[in-house]
């Protein structure tokens, strides 16, 4: 809102020279009087009218940069979350499982067990290096730089070969383009692909599993099966899996891609569609 013009102020100022002058009548000046008047309280009205207003947008302007700071710091605090879980849960698996081999054949195979215990101070080396990429990150209230860079789809087969060395015998079918996946979408189906890798070794049986990835125009589509046991409870994989699938759920929302997950007759199917075109924007 907007103070009234001076013309009202001009009006006032002539009606004031007249009056002056004596050359109105007396009525007139009364008029003139109370015209003066009205004029200066409507002015001064809708100048603190518009002074508030303007304070009133200042600190709706404020709140707003202040609400979307907030945002911002709860979605990185909940991505850090998200890789540091997917870290420490993918690798400690990984050395779980070799320190078992490593104990069952320190007797009788110790090659074997010599090369489970190099997997084992691989993957710690590795775990270690990733969270303390993350700490160092947190630990710098002044950090303004980008994040520590997020795995890629580049290290798919990395990843493959950490997992079939700790046992799981995994076939893999690719459709299309992996190259076209980068950014945000090609860091979450790389995390969608550790953590089903991972609840399939932890929970599936048969030791095995198969994922296929289709790269589409628009989308790409990750689908990985396993084997599970008939425990007479159809749906979700065991609780200690939930976790890691409520994770794989919100970076998949945050894409605005879709995620099914259940059993399928004796399988544990999980498949994920996420938008090619939110890594190109965020690239």
């Not at 002074?51 to 600190?59: D, F, K, M, Q, Y």
């Amino acid at each position: 809102m907007s103070p009234h013009p001076p013309v009202s102020a001009g009006g006032a100022t002539i009606l004031l020279s007249l009056f002056e002058m004596g050359r109105i009548s007396f009525d007139v000046r009364i008029g003139a009087a109370l015209f003066v008047a009205a004029a200066l309280g409507d002015g001064a009205r809708s100048r603190r009218e518009y002074l508030a207003a303007v304070e009133e947008r200042a600190e709706r302007a404020e709140r707003t940069r202040e609400a979307e700071a907030q945002r911002r710091v709860s979605d990185e605090r909940l991505r850090i979350a998200r890789e540091l879980h997917d870290t420490v849960a993918h690798q400690l698996s990984v050395i779980n499982l070799h320190a078992g081999v490593a104990s069952g054949h320190m007797s009788a195979h110790p090659v074997r067990a010599e090369e489970a215990l190099g997997t084992i101070r691989s993957a710690a080396r590795e775990a270690l290096t990733e969270i303390g990429d993350l700490l160092r990150y947190l630990r710098d209230a002044g950090n303004t730089g980008a994040a520590p860079p997020r795995q890629g789809l580049d290290g798919l087969d990395a990843l493959l070969g950490r997992m079939r060395d700790a046992g799981l015998d995994i076939s893999v079918e690719v459709h299309g383009n992996l190259d076209r996946v980068g950014g945000a979408t090609g860091s979450a189906a790389y995390r969608v692909v550790q953590e089903a890798l991972t609840n399939a070794h932890k929970h599936g049986s048969g030791g095995s599993a198969a994922l296929r990835l289709a790269v589409e125009p628009d989308d790409i589509l990750v689908r990985v099966t396993n084997l599970v046991a008939d425990t007479g409870i159809a749906g979700d994989p065991a609780p200690s899996a939930w976790l890691g699938l409520t994770g794989i759920r919100e970076r998949v929302a945050v894409l605005q891609g879709t995620v099914s997950a259940g059993r399928s007759g004796s399988e544990y199917v999980l498949e994920v569609h996420l938008p090619i075109r939110q890594a190109a924007e965020e690239e």
